[in-house]
């Protein structure tokens, strides 16, 4: 007779930097300049959206975001 052990999941981190991510639609139109301009520039769509991204934030004052804050004792 065989016995199986059923694994506990493991807890998610806190964060990590290479997992996080968000998936986002940009309307069919800007991609083909997005992605011209993005060449022009030798960076990848990605990286070009995330650019747009944090210029926008800084614009609105929003970046670069607070240090976090240290842990409670």
């Avoid at 991510?21 to 769509?45: C, I, N, S, Y």
């Amino acid at each position: 007779m065989t016995v199986m052990s059923k694994r506990k999941p493991k807890p998610a981190a806190a964060y990590d930097a290479r997992a996080e991510h968000k998936t986002v639609r940009v309307r069919g139109v800007l991609v083909p300049l997005a992605e011209e301009h993005a060449a022009e520039m030798a960076h990848d769509l990605t990286q070009y959206v995330n650019d747009a991204i944090r210029q926008r934030l800084e614009q609105a004052g929003k970046w670069p975001p607070p240090p976090p804050k240290p842990p409670a004792r």
